[in-house]
């Protein structure tokens, strides 16, 4: 301590000056955490004060945070300036996370996200292509175009890079869609578009309409924007129409939500007649669709219907499409086709969210149009999908004939299994999960009742997609035995 920084101690209170000294010992890692410090007697001698004194000043570094009065040990260091920094300098945000708006996804999708970055376990729950099926080398040379003929770059304009949005209208007349580039957005994957909808067309109470099950109840997109679901019953056809009814309050304030190609999480395909009567009821009540069809080009035993979107003729219809399904969850492209006067709407909202997709990405995207290679890349999917269903459904028949049922996709990712004995789900959960295997359980699709499990044929190796239904099997019979 220099002589004038000894004068100015000298003028504190006693007391002040012990708060500094014990401080400046801490402060310097003379006295450590854990440290006893010296007893009261003895500082009371060293500054020529009486106890209570030394008592007053250790009282303020104890309300400080810095020692504590322990039985049998004296007083002890339990912090120093930089740990009670590290302490004192974080805001409580367990009170903002709790209070926050969107709300949180089910404890066991949480799991289940954290656990598919989890290379060691057998994924049966992840509804992505496999990286066997990633199309490396095709993609190193989309990228390597759009470098070669790369310029600077900023900013999109609201809808999304042009020649995109332009390749994405010629693409979406091959089935049956006549959209402009102009009623075309783009966003970053379907789960933006579901954002963009819930917070600028839905209002606070609006009413969700949607299969049931359906992936939309393991998300929170609608319900933290204020805004309840109402699961509607499905046959193999896909949206039973004479269900929809709307209340004399729930006019706008309702709106459809349905995924007919190859349906999340039942594999169900919708057929022609039924998105006839699905647009007919719903343009009889008004009450307006989003047709999510993220799966369609993923067919295996035929081409599916034309979409709904293709028979509005009243701009009805808000439709969803994607490339995360397809081709890669990386690139982050999707699109959104609709009237105008919406488009203009959501790209507004869209804006002010994240100021545009990746200008790269959309490059590559459009790249992939222009080509052609979209197309070819589709046909190898294809192919793909064939072989791991049929390894699937023949090891489904070989290890669950007598414990479950299940649908024959003819497209898509999944197989809806449906467990006969009536045993807890929860525990094959957790079984499967310690004998490395993922499942995802219907409970988490809205299906409260019942014992279901989606099956996704498309990511795991075909070693381990072998594997894993095996021990399903096997661990499905055990807990029914116990």
């Given at each position: 301590m220099s002589f004038p920084e000894e004068k100015k101690m000298k003028k504190l209170p006693k007391y002040r000056q012990i708060v500094h000294f014990i401080k400046e010992k801490i402060g310097a890692g003379e006295w450590p955490i854990g440290s006893k410090i010296p007893t009261q007697r003895t500082l009371a001698k060293d500054f020529q004060v009486n106890r209570s004194t030394v008592i007053t000043a250790l009282e303020e570094l104890m309300a400080d945070g810095l020692i504590e009065g322990r039985i049998g040990q004296g007083t002890v260091v339990i912090n120093n300036t930089w740990t009670l920094l590290a302490k004192n300098?974080?805001?409580?945000?367990?009170?903002?996370?709790?209070?926050?708006?969107?709300?949180p996804s089910q404890k066991i999708v949480q799991e289940i996200n954290r656990s598919e970055s989890n290379t060691n376990l057998i994924q049966l729950s992840k509804g992505e292509l496999s990286t066997e099926i990633f199309p490396l080398r095709t993609m190193q040379?989309?990228?390597?175009?759009?470098?070669?003929?790369?310029?600077?770059?900023?900013?999109?304009?609201?809808?999304?890079?042009f020649p995109l949005r332009e390749a994405i209208s010629n693409y979406l007349?091959?089935?049956?869609?006549?959209?402009?580039?102009?009623?075309?957005?783009?966003?970053?994957?379907?789960?933006?578009?579901?954002?963009?909808?819930?917070?600028?067309?839905l209002?606070?109470?609006?009413?969700?309409?949607?299969?049931?099950?359906?992936?939309?109840?393991?998300l929170h997109v609608f319900q933290s924007a204020g805004m309840k679901l109402t699961g509607l019953p499905m046959d193999n056809e896909g949206l039973l129409p004479g269900t929809l009814h709307l209340t004399r309050g729930e006019r706008e304030r309702a709106i459809l939500y349905t995924n007919p190609c190859f349906h999340n999480p039942t594999g169900i395909?919708?057929?022609?007649?039924?998105?006839?009567?699905?647009?007919?009821?719903?343009?009889?009540?008004?009450?307006?669709?989003?047709?999510?069809?993220?799966?369609?080009?993923?067919?295996?035993?035929?081409?599916?219907?034309?979409?709904?979107?293709?028979?509005?003729k009243n701009g009805h219809v808000l439709y969803i499409g994607s490339l995360s399904k397809t081709l890669s969850p990386g690139l982050r492209i999707g699109w959104i086709v609709g009237p105008e006067p919406v488009i203009d709407?959501?790209?507004?909202?869209?804006?002010?969210?994240?100021?545009?997709?990746?200008?790269?990405?959309?490059r590559v995207a459009a790249e992939w149009f222009a080509s052609g290679q979209y197309q070819q890349h589709l046909k190898n999917v294809r192919q793909q999908l064939k072989a791991r269903r049929e390894l699937a459904l023949?090891?489904?028949?070989?290890?669950?004939?007598?414990?479950?049922?299940?649908?024959?996709?003819?497209?898509?990712?999944f197989i809806w299994i449906k467990i006969l004995p009536s045993i807890s789900m929860k525990l094959l959960y957790s079984k499967a999960l310690s004998k490395g295997i993922l499942l995802n359980l219907g409970r988490i699709y809205g299906q409260e009742?019942?014992?279901e499990v989606r099956l996704s044929y498309a990511y795991a190796s075909l070693e381990d997609l072998q594997k894993g239904i095996c021990e399903l099997g096997l661990m499905i019979k055990e807990l029914a035995s116990g």
């Open positions: 300098s974080a805001p409580n945000w367990d009170q903002y996370v709790a209070s926050g708006i969107q709300q040379e989309m990228m390597g175009k759009v470098s070669l003929n790369m310029e600077a770059f900023g900013y999109e304009e609201p809808k999304g890079y007349k091959t089935f049956g869609i006549n959209a402009s580039p102009s009623s075309i957005l783009i966003v970053s994957g379907a789960l933006q578009a579901l954002q963009l909808i819930s917070m600028g067309l209002q606070r109470g609006s009413t969700v309409y949607l299969d049931q099950p359906s992936y939309l109840y393991s395909l919708m057929s022609q007649n039924r998105r006839e009567e699905i647009l007919a009821a719903s343009e009889n009540i008004q009450l307006p669709i989003i047709e999510d069809d993220i799966y369609r080009e993923l067919w295996i035993d035929e081409i599916p219907p034309y979409p709904i979107k293709a028979i509005d709407r959501l790209s507004d909202i869209k804006m002010q969210t994240d100021y545009g997709s990746s200008s790269l990405s959309q023949s090891g489904l028949a070989t290890h669950l004939k007598d414990v479950a049922t299940w649908n024959v996709p003819k497209g898509g990712f009742k019942g014992n």
